[in-house]
């Protein structure tokens, strides 16, 4: 066993049962008993717990100049000793006989802490890889030390990683405004401010109440002092106890909402359709988008949408229509879908498409009409032959000129666009065309238009702010926008493709675990995710990874395998992503009357008869805008042909990663087949001969008396345990544990 300690400073300490020269190294004879090595994966879900080990050492002998192992722990009194909770552990097995390069490393685990301190003996307990990240989130939890500008109403919410395409999702307010109320009436020519609580304003700034801003120079406590009344063209006045009293903050990204955080090396692919309390937003608050800003917390990366306000007052004066309003909503014009060219004589192909979508004229409440119209369209290529000429244009017709005006010359494929054209009150028809040319192959795309139109009254008024906590909210209201989730990197470190879009479920684990948690790195990746990502192509995945606050690794895996129909596990100190196969053929096929310990025969039982379930009903595609966030779609998968059981046994499941149908049915259709019926379950015991097999592998038992009747060694079974038995009689033996995988 080699424990390799980090803090404070680098020390390696290598022990075994005895004295050994092996490997290079000299072990230092401080194992007393190696206890067991414990690897378990659930039987029936797709759930599992950290690997775990217990090795118990000497603690009489004298150890790196000291006088017992106990010696090396670090305490306050004890500065040169080396912290031993999460400390590094290998343990290495290396048959009698054999050299370096022949050792197996059972196991890379860390140290919890020792269980037992003794004078004769000291007590470790280790689990793997899984035990460091357990307590580590994902996703960034809202503190004020990081945010020191965010309302109190998300401090402890997470800003989640958006995996997958999205339309309207809401954002998370990261710099904004505090909002209290006055402690007493004031004058309009009043110096100071008493508020109810001004704990969260700064210590200088603006504020404002009703229609008034005032500019404060000093905070103490809850009064604000140093007034200039009446700034930026408002007027000073009187103001009611009680009146709502906010930070107005001004200059550049002077607000800002999240819409998701980068992971390292990966970044949100786009961010589009920004949409205030569900409409475009209007021109005085112009919000602007930063895909990779890195300047709200050090070393973190968020895509934002931040708001400037040009005209202070205008921004931080909320107004109210008081006129009536007419209200229009959104229509989709599909232009062409599916274009495969044809090249004619030799000539590049031509195409010219144009369509003219109506925008009604109406008017309202004796106010003037305003109507808008917001373009949208959304290009996706094929492949060109190199070298091709190509003319891919997108074209509005000015209604005056009646000229075809370019809107975007030669648009990337796979890129989204968004425009805003405000035809006022203009009656003209809103005009747009695609036009195409060159020798393309195969070449898909798709444009749409929606089309709003916004009239409002012409009586407005001034109205105090709303009572809330937070500026942004009573002012610029409920930000959501359309994304384009996390990407691969320029290198295609994840799917082999630079910058695709991650959906494939391994993807997206791999890309947690390299991108969302500090310390995991490719080498400590198994080999098993290349296999994985082609098996689950037919699976896609789409969730805001945090949306419900931090998230236990635990529990992060266990919705992984389950919506993955994988199992993510630790099989000699790498991370695995193993996908659960419909059919299995057998990796290793024992003989019972050879290769098993007769002292434990491949004790042969059934799965307990409360993990039946001959109905499964699954929820997906998550709605993040609802409150609690409900589920648009439920798949139901069911079998009541099962012998003896006519009435279903019914199970619920929560897909929270899954936005699209297929992937939904499928994985109910696929967990239903492991639960309609009861598995056989072996128990067994043997040597070096099943050193190869590891936890997920399947393996056959021939001439076996109890399960010959049974299928014999087309019964293929799934190893979910392997425990090495080192404090055993003979350490050489392995008690594997396995249910039955057949379909």
């Not at 000299?26 to 599992?48: F, H, I, K, T, Y």
Request: glycine share 10%.
């Amino acid at each position: 066993m080699r424990l390799d300690f980090s803090a404070p400073l680098p020390f390696t300490l290598r022990v075994s049962d005895a004295a050994r020269v092996e490997l290079g190294e000299e072990w230092l004879p401080l194992v007393q008993s190696w206890g067991s090595l414990e690897e378990v994966l659930n039987a029936l879900d797709a759930g599992g717990a950290p690997a775990t080990a217990e090795v118990t050492l000497f603690n009489t002998q004298p150890v790196a100049g000291r006088a017992r192992v106990s010696d090396l722990l670090y305490s306050p009194r004890n500065t040169t000793g080396y912290e031993f909770a999460f400390a590094k552990v290998q343990i290495y097995r290396l048959e009698a006989g054999l050299t370096t390069g022949d050792e197996l490393l059972v196991g890379t685990f860390y140290l919890e802490e020792p269980t037992e301190i003794g004078e004769q003996l000291f007590h470790l307990r280790m689990g793997d890889i899984t035990l460091v990240l357990e307590d580590k989130p994902p996703a960034t939890v809202i503190l004020r030390s990081d945010f020191p500008n965010c309302p109190a109403t998300v401090v402890g919410q997470t800003i989640p990683r958006v995996f997958g395409s999205f339309k309207n999702i809401p954002t998370v307010p990261v710099v904004d405004g505090a909002v209290s109320q006055l402690d007493g009436a004031i004058t309009a020519s009043a110096t100071t401010l008493v508020l109810v609580d001004a704990g969260d304003f700064p210590d200088s700034g603006k504020v404002g109440l009703e229609k008034e801003l005032a500019d404060y120079s000093a905070k103490s406590g809850n009064t604000l002092s140093g007034l200039t009344r009446g700034v930026n063209g408002s007027t000073a006045a009187t103001h009611d106890h009680g009146t709502s009293v906010f930070v107005a903050r001004t200059g550049t990204n002077a607000y800002r909402v999240a819409v998701g955080e980068n992971a390292r090396g990966f970044k949100i692919n786009s961010v589009s359709g920004i949409l205030v309390n569900g409409k475009p937003p209007t021109t005085g608050q112009a919000p602007t988008m930063q895909l990779d800003a890195t300047d709200l917390v050090p070393g973190r990366s968020f895509a934002v949408v931040s708001f400037t306000p040009t005209d202070v007052l205008g921004f931080h004066i909320r107004t109210e229509i008081t006129g009536s309003i007419e209200t229009h909503d959104a229509t989709n014009v599909p232009l062409l879908q599916d274009a495969t060219p044809n090249t004619v004589d030799g000539s590049p192909t031509f195409w010219n498409f144009g369509l003219t979508p109506t925008l009604p004229v109406f008017t309202g409440g004796g106010g003037s009409v305003h109507r808008k119209a917001t373009t949208r369209y959304v290009v996706l290529g094929g492949s060109l032959s190199p070298g091709d000429p190509r003319r891919f244009v997108i074209q509005r017709r000015d209604p005056v000129t009646l000229a075809w005006i370019d809107v975007v010359l030669n648009p990337i494929p796979g890129t989204s666009y968004t425009l805003e054209y405000d035809t006022g009150t203009s009656v003209a028809d809103e005009q747009w065309q695609v036009e195409i040319n060159g020798g393309a192959d195969n070449f898909h795309f798709n444009w749409f238009i929606n089309t709003y139109r916004v009239t409002q009254g012409a009586d407005v008024t001034s109205v105090p702010l709303l009572s809330t906590t937070s500026t942004l909210a009573a002012l610029v209201g409920a930000v959501t926008c359309d994304v384009e989730g996390l990407q691969d990197d320029p290198s295609g470190t994840i799917s082999g493709t630079p910058k695709v879009l991650l959906e494939n479920p391994a993807d997206i684990a791999k890309c947690i675990l390299l991108g969302c948690y500090p310390g995991v790195s490719l080498a400590d990746l198994g080999s098993r995710w290349a296999a994985t990502r082609v098996s689950t192509g037919g699976l896609k995945w789409a969730f805001l990874l945090g949306a419900d606050g931090p998230m236990k690794f635990s529990e992060l895996r266990r919705k992984i395998g389950e919506q993955a129909r994988s199992e993510l596990y630790v099989e000699g100190g790498k991370l695995e992503l193993r996908y659960l196969p419909d059919a299995p053929t057998a990796d290793l096929t024992l003989d019972y009357l050879r290769d098993v310990w007769s002292q434990a025969p491949a004790t042969a039982s059934r799965s307990n008869r409360t993990q039946l379930f001959t109905s499964v009903v699954a929820n997906a595609r998550r709605d993040y805008s609802a409150a609690g966030g409900g589920y648009r779609y439920t798949a139901r998968a069911r079998d009541l042909t099962q012998p003896g059981l006519p009435d279903p046994i019914e199970t619920t499941l929560s897909f929270d990663f899954v936005q699209d149908a297929a992937t939904a049915d499928a994985l109910a259709a696929f967990w239903l087949g492991r639960w309609k019926r009861q598995r056989w379950q072996v128990e067994l015991v043997a040597w070096q001969n099943i050193l190869s097999v590891e936890k997920g592998d399947h393996l056959a038992i021939d001439n076996h008396p109890v399960l010959a009747a049974h299928g014999g060694t087309a019964l293929v079974f799934r190893i979910v345990a392997k425990r090495y038995l080192l404090a055993d009689a003979n350490p050489a033996r392995i008690r594997l544990t396995a249910i039955e995988a057949n379909p």
